[in-house]
């Protein structure tokens, strides 16, 4: 399996499949914000940076089974902004779009923020579906996964109809990444099942009391 992480960012997605231990023949990134692209060389050294994802038609990637993921940019569709959609220049959806439709992976991951909804809903889905993709929209908050702070994201998984695979890896993918864990927290790594305040109570052995997002602001200090 090969894994192409567009609008990497600071690196996320990659973070994430990372600590649920999955491997890959192959890691490419697509970014072009100098400071993240500095930071993927430092965290993912072996990754191949894509570059412009609206270059993808130049793209040289090896053959075989792939997944992508990618929170396009939210600015054309956040609440802070004018909410234009595919009006915006910033929609890079239709990038996002393109690539799948030339890579043809398995799995498409895509994430994005409340306001994007209907847009979602008119054109994302429509458009996967119409590639021969099964998609499901969904909505997590990062209150449900014990983060310190409230914030929705709406989610897109999407899987191919034509990869002539039955059944579900779910249970596989959990066991796997609850072992991978039971191993790296023995060398001192951070559980992503914990949070923050049970990680710092667990280790240091009293209340955390820590800055946040949304939280105690710096120049307190």
């Not at 119409?130 to 989610?155: D, K, M």
């Not at 990444?177 to 667990?202: C, H, M, Q, Y």
Request: charge should be neutral; hydrophobic fraction near 35%.
């Amino acid at each position: 399996m090969n894994y192409i992480d567009l609008f990497s960012g600071i690196l996320g997605f990659s973070l994430s499949a990372y600590w649920a231990d999955m491997k890959f023949e192959n890691h490419y990134i697509s970014e072009i914000d100098p400071f993240c692209c500095e930071l993927a060389k430092k965290r993912f050294p072996d990754a191949i940076n894509l570059g412009d994802i609206r270059n993808h038609k130049e793209w040289k990637l090896e053959p075989g089974e792939y997944i992508i993921t990618g929170g396009y940019p939210c600015q054309p569709f956040s609440c802070a902004g004018k909410q234009l959609q595919e009006k915006d220049d910033r929609n890079l959806w239709p990038a996002m779009r393109g690539a799948v439709r030339r890579i043809r992976p398995l799995w498409v991951v895509a994430e994005n923020v409340p306001g994007s909804a209907s847009y979602i809903k008119k054109t994302i889905k429509p458009e996967l579906e119409a590639q021969n993709y099964e998609v499901w929209p969904f909505s997590i908050s990062t209150r449900t996964l014990r983060a310190p702070h409230l914030r929705c994201r709406l989610w897109i998984v999407a899987h191919s109809k034509s990869d002539g695979r039955e059944g579900s890896v779910c249970g596989d993918f959990e066991n796997g990444f609850n072992e991978s864990w039971a191993i790296r927290e023995s060398s001192g790594a951070l559980d992503p099942r914990l949070s923050v305040f049970e990680t710092f109570e667990k280790r240091v052995g009293k209340p955390a009391v820590l800055r946040m997002d949304d939280g105690i602001p710096n120049r307190v200090d």
